[in-house]
């Protein structure tokens, strides 16, 4: 049996959303090894859930034998993508970037293999970006870009109509020379990374072929979106982190226990290993039954970031909360009393976003503590509960074992 292209099984499994010269770049992929890279700036101390796709294209690609580059931009961190927002990042301080560089290093070296044949290869643009001198820079690569063409690119518009700053302006083009530079020292000929990133990787794919006479290309991946629309990901306590001091492997596991059904299927494919034909037969069924494809989507996902000793625990801990069993069930521990709202409690214990969310939850007769149902947005702790340590019930998903010091 012939061996199976990995842009095939890219392709088959959602990654591929856009890409240029497709028959080429799946030729290529066939008949050699192929370098890639993918981008990661380290605008926080760790990776989130938005990463994770692009972290699994680059583990499917080296598996079939392309060496992958992880880039982590301490260059262009300085600057800030300007890609799908409606304002300026906010700048960093060089010891902030350098604290963030090295928490991607260690986490992205639990997806990629950086031993073996393919070991893949873990690059800073800093080394490169920092030392640039302007005026050669200008010459030699800003005369590739067209003002008027980037300016009509996605990531520019938003940013345009409120006020597009010089300093963002210059983004795509350090990205594009990042791919010069990685092409130039390590034969990467394919940028890949998520469909927000689409104008940012092509300008640098084209400003390869301009330059260099040869070819290189570009693959973005979907982003992962709920079903109207808005990016998944989003929790209580802000995103959806891969550091287990952020986001604990119990609340990662139930945000995706608690997934929509119609995205289920599509998060098998992209965020686990499992065959498409067992993902098939688990997502066949559209009634309760789809409730075990989503534990199992939970489990594989948790394990894959966490270990399998936490994706179990996990597991014990949504099944006892599931069925009462107090001992089993997740466990926090917070400084409050009697006199304490029962909406701040929620608040500081990051079940809410807000106070607001957490009283209209309450007035909607959504909380409770132990078996009592809170009946006003204005109590207190003491209304309900002498004790030291109760259960507090949002919703029928959410269960916390509180005890106050």
């Known amino acids: 049996m012939a061996k199976k292209n990995v842009f095939d099984t890219l392709l088959e499994r959602g990654f591929v959303g856009q890409t240029v010269y497709e028959d080429d770049l799946k030729k290529a992929l066939e008949g050699e090894r192929v370098s890639f890279y993918v981008g990661f700036d380290p605008t926080a ?18 598996r079939a034998g392309h060496r992958p580059i992880a880039l982590i931009g301490g260059g262009t961190a300085m600057i800030g993508d300007p890609s799908g927002r409606t304002d300026m990042r906010q700048m960093m301080t060089v010891e902030t970037i ?18 073996g044949e393919n070991a893949a290869i873990m690059v800073n643009n800093a080394d490169w970006l920092l030392n640039l001198n302007y005026v050669d820079f200008l010459r030699e690569i ?25 300093l963002e302006f210059n983004y795509m083009p350090m990205q594009a020379y990042d791919f010069l530079v990685l092409y130039r020292k390590y034969g990467c000929r394919l940028e890949m990374g998520g469909n927000d990133q689409w104008s940012n990787i092509l300008a640098g ?23 109207e629309g808005k990016k998944m990901g ?34 098998l494919k992209l965020l686990t290993f499992m065959p498409l034909d067992e993902i098939a037969e688990l997502c066949k069924h559209t009634d309760e039954r789809i409730n075990a494809a989503k534990a199992r989507l939970a489990y594989e996902v948790t394990k894959l970031i966490h270990g399998e000793e936490e994706a179990e625990k996990a597991q014990a801990q949504a099944s006892a909360a599931f069925s009462g069993d107090d001992a089993q069930m997740p466990q926090a521990e917070i400084s409050a009393n009697g006199d304490t709202l029962i909406a701040d409690l929620m608040t ?10 957490a009283r209209r939850l309450i007035d909607g007769g959504g909380v409770k503590i132990n078996s009592a149902r809170v009946e006003n947005g204005t109590d207190t702790l003491a209304k309900y509960t002498s004790e030291r340590t109760f259960v507090l019930h949002k919703g029928k998903k959410v269960h916390l074992r509180v005890t106050l010091k």
């Not at 604290?99 to 031993?115: W, Y």
């Not at 500081?348 to 969310?357: D, H, P, Q, T, Y």
């Open 45 to 62: 101390d760790s990776l989130h859930i938005g990463h994770y796709i692009p972290v699994m294209a680059m583990a499917h690609m080296q």
């Open 205 to 227: 794919a084209d400003l390869i072929r301009r330059l260099e006479k040869t070819d290189a290309y570009a693959l973005t991946s979907p982003l992962l979106l709920t079903s």
């Open 98 to 115: 350098a604290h963030n560089v090295e928490c991607f290093r260690n986490q992205l070296g639990r997806f990629i293999d950086f031993s």
């Open 348 to 357: 500081a214990l990051g079940v809410c976003a807000s106070k607001s969310e």
């Open 142 to 166: 800003g005369v590739y870009f067209s003002v008027n063409k980037m300016l009509s690119c996605d990531c520019f518009k938003t940013r345009y109509e409120r006020g597009l700053n010089f």
């Open 234 to 267: 989003k929790t209580a306590k802000g995103a959806l982190w891969l550091d287990a001091a952020k986001t604990t492997p119990y609340e990662f596991y139930q945000y995706f226990r608690n997934v929509e059904d119609v995205k289920v299927a599509e998060c």
